[in-house]
């Protein structure tokens, strides 16, 4: 592997800006999950490790609330991920600013769309655990954005 290519110093910057995104919008899921909107469980990670107190709810009522959750988090970890994208990953100027804007939300939301809709299944007809089913939600949304991010939106 040659660490002088461009696209693996690129992917590399990507994973760290998305890393630094990904932390937002688990920290603003949890937060949200577990305070506005329930939907954490007993034997959920966060909640093992913080020992938060939380609300026993059934598991129609926790996959709406993680899907709320979700969608929260959504809006303001996008536009971490929007400003570390545009200030070290990709070159912006493809579309006017706006236009920019508006495309990265309309992407990342089609991403975290299927993925909450995933996790909402994972937890209403599977019973999964609500780390579990957030960690396939972030998964199908990290492998969509890239390459449209990469392809359709920014230069490259």
Do not use: C
């Not at 690129?10 to 688990?26: D, N, P, R, S, V």
């Not at 909107?37 to 926790?62: C, S």
């Not at 303001?76 to 804007?101: C, D, P, R, S, W």
């Not at 909450?116 to 954005?145: C, D, H, P, Q, S």
Request: proline share 1%.
């Amino acid at each position: 592997m040659n660490i002088d290519n461009p696209a693996i110093i690129q992917f590399i910057k990507y994973a760290l800006a998305g890393g630094l995104a990904t932390l937002a919008h688990i920290t603003i899921f949890h937060l949200f999950a577990w305070k506005i909107f329930p939907a954490l469980q007993e034997k959920d990670h966060a909640v093992r490790f913080f020992k938060l107190t939380i609300r026993k709810i059934n598991d129609t009522t926790r996959a709406r609330n993680s899907m709320i959750s979700n969608f929260s988090a959504f809006l303001i970890a996008n536009m971490v991920a929007y400003i570390t994208n545009i200030l070290f990953v990709f070159q912006g100027g493809k579309y006017h600013f706006v236009i920019e804007i508006l495309l990265f939300y309309a992407v990342s939301g089609i991403s975290t769309f299927l993925g909450t809709m995933l996790m909402g299944v994972l937890i209403k007809r599977v019973g999964l655990l609500t780390t579990y089913a957030f960690t396939a939600n972030i998964f199908t949304a990290v492998m969509i954005n890239y390459a449209m991010r990469k392809f359709f939106i920014f230069n490259g």
